[in-house]
Nanobody, 123 residues
Framework: VQLQAFGGGLVQAGGSLRLSCAAS????????MGWFRQAPGKERAFVAT????????KYADSVKGRFTISRDNAKNTVYLQMNSLNSEDTAVYYC?????????????????WGQGTLVTVSS
């Protein structure tokens, strides 16, 4: 399984970015997917998860109402639309797969991880 995240970059506070994560594998449509982030000097933290169908999503309180996770199973891709960005959103963002396909997997249940994409929000 290979996961490749892209779409990060430098954005001004209040702006938007959309991250994408392309996955290899013929059974992508059975996996739960997630986004996590690691800010400088901090531990990796949960951002959002989505189940295999896209019908169940979960968000960290810090991003609720601003971020939207979605997926396109035909394209083996999961997205993270990030709006109203602020400096606290600056981090390396990682996508991950739970190939067991749980509805709301915990971080330790994700068994495949991408390489990360850097998001920098300038104030």
């Amino acid at each position: 399984v290979q996961l490749q995240a892209f779409g990060g970059g430098l954005v001004q506070a209040g702006g938007s970015l959309r991250l994408s994560c392309a996955a290899s594998g013929r059974t992508f449509n059975s996996w739960a997917m997630g986004w996590f982030r690691q800010a400088p000097g901090k531990e990796r933290a949960f951002v959002a998860t989505i189940n295999w169908s896209g019908g169940i999503t979960k968000y960290a309180d810090s991003v609720k109402g601003r971020f939207t996770i979605s997926r396109d199973n035909a394209k083996n891709t999961v997205y993270l639309q990030m709006n109203s960005l602020n400096s606290e959103d600056t981090a390396v963002y990682y996508c991950a797969a739970d190939r067991a396909g749980r509805d709301t997997p915990a971080e330790y249940e994700f068994d495949s991880w991408g390489q990360g994409t850097l998001v920098t929000v300038s104030s």
